[in-house]
């Protein structure tokens, strides 16, 4: 069973930045690919940024390119969310979810990809 745990959630304006942080125990944090997703009121649960495991390759959302970045340390088990100008609509939970058995350079984009998830952390932004 692999643990995921989520942090650095908070309120910021509009065109802030805010940094999410996800730690992932229990298996071999190289064996497994790691993504962030997004939840809003009354909304379905959506995919945000992938890294592969290796931390070579990465995917994201269109509503993300160039403002967000994520990134992974295997050394200290954890990825990363860089998340730059922020919008009202970037207002969701986010949720780091962890990929087991996948290809060295996957990057998942469906939820269902994942098996392991976080509790989510609220994420604000006002304007």
């Known amino acids: 069973q692999v643990h995921v745990v989520e942090s650095g959630g908070g309120l910021v304006q509009v065109g802030g930045s805010l940094r999410l942080s996800c730690a992932a125990s229990?298996?071999?944090?190289?064996?497994?690919?790691m993504g962030w997703f997004r939840q809003a009121p009354g909304k379905e649960r959506i995919f945000v940024a992938a890294?592969?495991?290796?931390?070579?390759?990465?995917n994201y959302a269109d509503s993300v390119k160039g403002r967000f970045t994520i990134s992974r340390d295997n050394a200290k088990n954890t990825i990363a969310l860089q998340m730059n100008d922020m919008a009202v609509e970037d207002t969701a939970v986010y949720y780091c979810?962890?990929?087991?058995?996948?290809?060295?350079?996957?990057?998942?984009?469906?939820?269902?990809?994942?098996?392991?998830w976080g509790q989510g952390t609220q994420v604000t932004v006002s304007s």
């Open positions: 890294i592969s495991r290796g931390a070579g390759w990465t």
């Open positions: 229990g298996r071999p944090f190289i064996d497994l690919a």
């Open positions: 979810a962890a990929a087991k058995d996948r290809s060295y350079y996957a990057t998942p984009a469906q939820a269902n990809d994942y098996d392991y």
